[in-house]
């Protein structure tokens, strides 16, 4: 469980105190943070000890199959068969769908439909610049797999809506500093990154002491900047180093006065956890049912390939392993008592099966995700056309679903808000606190035939819903303008 950052941050904060904070980020915080999303991607790494390539939930296999095992033909160490199947991924990618599958309507509380159509053009200029409907998936996918997702407001160079830039800031890079009286409340929020040096680092005789005490080869290389961005309610700051034995320390850069005279940061958890700043991440209690999953197939696959081919035991025949058993193959012996022992062959282990499948089972309750939601069907589940029937075959994906809008629907409600707050600041769009309340529209994430559209259209019409709010959720555009049935399809 990662805890963040408690200090009492001055106007301007002091490099040792970073130091501290950075430190300890990266001991405990950032490894945690980078097992969950290796555990979400588990992406593909070389393995030095053998020309084959290693997994990353591979790390949550037991010794015995990682290990190599005994010298096998021509002095080669072989090692067990491993096999990873990777049931995280597709669940997160599931939530993720049904969280922002279908575009999110932004509407402003504004009184004024005039005044409220101005900002919510101005709104939907903004988040068209910084990726639309990809920037909410990227929110529902970091906050899924971290727990927590941090969108950073900055303000550049440029025209209108487009000077106004959303971060989705991934949690391993991030050292939020929160108030010690308040756990909600940001005193300062720092932004820790790691890049290459655009220079190439010169071969002089510093260089090649400093590659002979951290194990280098002593040609030139590419130096590693660490660049540190620190925002407070009064100051923005940036420090950079260069670690290494002979790097320098961490120094400020530069400096200037934040003109929001607030963190421009708005903090989403994926599930709320009471008096915590992180929520609770979507990946972390599948971890040990992956590991358990793993375990089971990699020991089924080695049982099958123990198992699945004939073994021939020859006894009192010279040179048997130099002639393999084949057809037409014959041997020629003098000893009477000479004979080929056929063994091995498949076998059922119903005790194997039945426990992988209660793995499976076991993440789907987990997760609250089933392959059902992903389209696939195992067995018989009866008759789904009925919506009702499935939506109570899904109703603990759709019950959580609900739940994670309240917490990303009152971080995107933030979001906007401090856009507007920027925008005013800055001159891009002048407007009053009083006028940057939104509420948000979601969509039903359950598939809607066109009949069934209609008929939902015709009834928000009947209790006054604006015509124009239901042609947009139908997906027309402004351009467009149908002619809404007057009866409803039987």
Not at 97 to 125: C, H, N, Y
Not at 284 to 304: M, Y
Request: overall charge neutral.
């Amino acid at each position: 469980m990662q805890h963040a950052e408690t200090a009492t941050i001055p106007a301007t904060i002091a490099p040792a105190l970073l130091d501290s904070l950075i430190d300890r980020h990266q001991k405990e915080t950032e490894p945690r943070l980078r097992r969950l999303w290796d555990y979400y991607r588990n992406p593909v790494r070389a393995d030095r000890s053998g020309p084959r390539h290693k997994l990353a939930q591979a790390e949550g296999l037991p010794a015995r199959l990682t290990a190599s095992c005994d010298q096998g033909p021509g002095g080669a160490r072989s090692a067990r068969e491993v096999v990873i199947e990777n049931d995280i991924a597709w669940r997160i990618n599931t939530i993720v769908s049904f969280m922002f599958g279908k575009p999110l309507i932004i509407q402003s509380a504004v009184g004024d439909p005039k005044r409220a159509e101005q900002i919510q053009a101005f709104i939907r200029r903004v988040f068209k610049h910084n990726g639309g409907a990809r920037f909410f998936q990227d929110l529902g996918l970091l906050g899924a797999v971290y727990g927590t997702v941090d969108v950073l407001v900055r303000v550049v160079e440029g025209d209108d809506a487009g000077r106004i830039v959303l971060d989705s800031i991934e949690a391993p890079r991030a050292i939020p500093i929160v108030n010690q009286s308040d756990y909600r409340r940001l005193d300062a929020y720092a932004l820790h990154l790691r890049r290459w040096a655009p220079e190439v680092e010169q071969n002089h005789f510093f260089s090649r002491v400093r590659n002979r005490v951290l194990g280098g080869v002593g040609r030139r290389q590419r130096p590693v900047i660490e660049d540190t961005q620190v925002w407070t309610a009064e100051m923005y700051q940036r420090y950079s180093s260069r670690p290494g034995v002979f790097g320098g320390g961490r120094k400020l850069v530069s400096e200037s006065v934040n003109r929001l005279g607030r963190v421009p940061v708005i903090h989403i958890q994926n599930l709320s956890q009471p008096f915590f700043y992180e929520g609770l991440s979507e990946v972390e209690p599948l971890i040990p049912l992956q590991d358990e999953l793993n375990t089971r197939l990699s020991d089924r696959a080695n049982r099958v390939t123990f198992q699945s081919f004939k073994m021939y035991l020859g006894k009192g025949i010279e040179k048997f392993m130099e002639r393999p058993v084949g057809p037409g193959q014959m041997w020629q012996t003098d000893n009477p008592d000479a004979q080929i022992i056929e063994f091995g062959g498949d076998g059922q282990s119903p005790s194997e099966d039945s426990h992988i499948s209660d793995i499976r089972e076991a993440m789907d309750k987990a997760s609250t995700v089933s392959p059902l939601a992903a389209g696939l069907l195992r067995a018989k589940v009866g008759n789904l056309t009925s919506e009702n029937a499935l939506r109570i075959v899904m109703m603990g994906l759709l019950a959580k679903v609900d739940k994670k809008r309240l917490t990303y629907g009152h971080g995107i409600e933030s979001i906007c808000e401090l856009v507007l707050h920027a925008a005013d600041v800055y001159g891009i769009f002048p407007n009053d606190p009083e006028e940057r309340g939104v509420r948000l529209d979601w969509a039903e994430p359950l598939p809607d035939t066109d009949s069934q559209l209609l008929r939902n259209a015709l009834m928000k019409l009947e209790v006054g819903v604006p015509r124009e709010q239901v042609l947009t959720e139908l997906g027309y555009t402004e351009n467009a303008d149908p002619q809404l049935p007057d009866t409803i399809p039987a």
